[in-house]
């Protein structure tokens, strides 16, 4: 699957390349604009370096973050959203993920505890092949999730999201199938009204979103391409800019990748 969706996202590079248009245009557009959080590898981070990571995150213009929870201590997991919840304040978009850290139980005890906190979401709290456990913990939990980055068919979200499994389906173009399979996923959650995210490869990706009427908030990963490339994800007030080159218009900075090699 990881195969075929980089052919599919090569072809459709292709193909709006050969239109003379964006991706997101020959996808249809909605806003160029899309709404974007920065997503931290900070589980082992102490709580002043967590909060450090969090004003650089905000210095670079994210409105939205996101952090990683799910350490042997739930009351550590627990003092650290507190803490970032103080530090950002009420209303600032913030979400916590789990990473299949726990059984459906933990998850939902856990969940119970961040109620307080006014998490956009909960995030992969368990293991992504128990839907039945996914709609226990999002109906008792009192949390909204989202789920679907190890997802790799429309078929799984189907599954999903049909069992009131999921709040925010969340496809990664680059192991669900490419931009094909992407865009159906998203229209099958905007008939089910649910908000669409996304995972990984934010560079491709905020053209897909900004295609979405449904689409909710584009991940900046941590892991980006933004060394590499000669034009990294632009960001403005909280809001990342699909660009307007034809095709995906990722484009390697060849110049600079041979630098690095020694």
């Known amino acids: 699957m990881l195969a075929l969706s980089a052919l599919d996202i090569a072809l459709w590079d292709l193909k709006a390349r050969r239109a ?4 997101f245009r020959l996808l249809g557009g909605f ?4 709404p974007c959080y920065a ?3 900070d589980l082992d981070l102490s709580i002043d370096a967590l909060l450090k990571q969090t004003d650089d995150n905000l210095a670079r213009g994210f409105r939205a973050l996101k952090m990683k929870v ?3 201590d739930l009351g550590a997991d627990i003092g650290r959203v507190k803490a970032m919840r103080g530090h950002l304040g009420d209303g600032f978009p913030l979400m916590a993920d789990a990473n299949m850290k726990w059984t459906v139980e933990e998850a939902i005890r856990a969940a119970r505890a961040l109620q307080p906190f006014d998490l956009t979401w909960l995030e992969e709290p368990t293991i992504p092949d128990d839907i039945a456990g ?3 913990i999002l109906s008792a939990g009192g949390v909204p999730i989202a789920a679907g980055e190890n997802l790799r068919s429309l078929w799984d979200f189907k599954n999903y999201i049909s069992a009131g499994a999921v709040s925010y389906p969340e496809p990664d173009v680059t192991n669900c199938g490419g931009v094909s399979a992407f865009m159906k996923i998203a229209r099958l ?3 089910f009204n649910l908000p669409v995210t996304s995972h990984g490869a934010h560079d491709i990706t905020v053209h897909l979103l900004a295609a979405c009427p449904n689409r909710s908030f584009l991940e900046a ?3 980006g391409l933004d060394r590499y490339i000669e034009h990294p994800l632009v ?4 809001m990342a800019v699909a660009p307007t080159r034809p095709g995906h218009g990722i484009t390697f900075d060849w110049m600079g990748l041979a630098a690095l090699v020694p």
Not at 31 to 34: I, Y
Not at 235 to 238: H, V
């Open 221 to 223: 990963h941590g892991f």
């Open 70 to 72: 799910g350490r042997p």
């Open 20 to 23: 003379g248009l964006p991706l």
């Open 31 to 34: 806003d160029a604009r899309v």
């Open 134 to 136: 996914h709609q226990r």
């Open 189 to 191: 959650a905007e008939a």
């Open 235 to 238: 960001l403005e007030n909280g």
């Open 39 to 41: 997503g931290g590898i």
